[in-house]
């Protein structure tokens, strides 16, 4: 912001003194997440709940259609999910009867021409996630998914322009329709992308640890639409709302760009449209899509064809202590038990499979251990679990479930490396051959010749004939050069057949040359 001050009086001529002062703006983003449950039917009808069905138009029925006369039916599963992640959150069942009402709209995709969804009495109110307040959870039904066809056009008669895409047809697809989608929203206490994507990503966790979503964001079970504002007073700016949001960076990338595209339109001098705007993936910008539609724009109306009912029904305690060990009680016994640093944590964390394979593995190799053994061996473990069984996992593109190696004879590997039986080069060649044949690590090692020679003569011996065969080494490194003795360690190893324990080849290699 540029101020003119115009002086005058005492000093002549007149003249200008630009100031230029930076006001500070404060972003608020409020987040509004679709999530598509994981039950076994539909919201309404019982018709197959597959999200990622690739036949079109194979899981429909006359109620996802929107036959007339048809009745829908609320699916309980999908209430009790609501229950349940809004409980895990702290939120509030609501009190009075919860009740469907019908959203209006017209889209290709919503047969009905109205979605059911619940407009104020949401199945819970209020909760916590990372310290950022929630409005409600409450559920409604997905669309059906639209898919456009075109046709690349290209100019015949002017060669040098540049070919363009023409639509020629739209097909619906309905097995989305009437899919269980739960939609949660926030209030405005999100100070930045980063703080989104944190918020976001510990939702997903959740809604995997409580096996109610899959929520991957890139098959479109978990949509995210952020509404972003910026002011530099007390009062709340106008908001912007951003959808096409498929990835968790597009989240991150979308809000930092609309809070200074904000600043930009404020600084100007001009104002911030309410709007519904777009995120375009390969420019990274939002667009205008629409002016933002009201509530009073749907016409919102209580559903006639389903009952107001009663969340009292559900047994909540039950529910309750039917949820499994979350995300952050996860965190903290993980820290206790193995007292493990909190980046290494998250490793684990992030991947339900993986660290139950690690709890397995670490329980095995614990038995019977100090604690110091204890403290020693985990860090092995840890680091030969997210380097090496994690590179196979990687390669085979597999779960830790999956894997051929059991997570006891992946602890009994850890326990060779520990006791100098094999070298890290082996234990890797040792562990691939694991995976290949289910066999454990001391019976590979046995039948290939791999154990580690930490036998002391022999080494002497071998170290011996090599100093012998290089003199010009022996006799360089006795003159200072450093790098001789690496090239003395090589041939020793290699004369050894990569099985020397290295650590006992080297220092005896430094006695002898002395
Ligand atoms: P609308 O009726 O326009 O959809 P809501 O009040 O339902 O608006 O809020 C939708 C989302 O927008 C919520 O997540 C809420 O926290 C957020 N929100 C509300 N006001 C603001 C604001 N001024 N700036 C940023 N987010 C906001
Ligand atoms: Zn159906
Ligand atoms: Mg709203």
Redesign the pocket.
Known sequence: MVFLILTQGWQKPPFFIIISTNIMYFP?????IHVELKTKTKMFCGCLNNPDEKTPNLNICPICLAHPGTLPAINKKAVEAVLKLGLALGGNPSADNSKFDRKNYFYPDLPKGYQISQYDHPIISGGKLKNIRL?RIHLEEDTARLLHETYNMKHEAQKNVPSFKLQVSSLVDFNRAGLPLMEL?????IKSGKEAVEFAKELQLILRYLGISDADMEKGHMRIEA???I?SGNQ????V?VKNLNSFRSVGDAIDYEIKRQEEVLEKGESIKHETRGWDEIHKKTKHQRA?E??HDYRYFPEPDLPPFDLKKFNHKELKSSLPELPDQKRERFAKEFLLNPEQIEILISDQELSHYFEESASELFSGKSELEKTKSIQLLFNYLTSDLKGLINEKNITAAELKITPENFADLVVLIIKNEISSRTAKDVLKEMNETGLDPRQIIEKKGLSQISDKESIERTIKEVMAENPAAVSDYKGGKETALQFLIGKSMAKLKGRGNPEMVKNILKEFLI
């Open positions: 608020t983003i409020g987040l509004e409005r929203v926030t209030e405005p206490d509404n972003i504002s002011s709340l700016g106008t908001k709302e933002k009201e509530a």
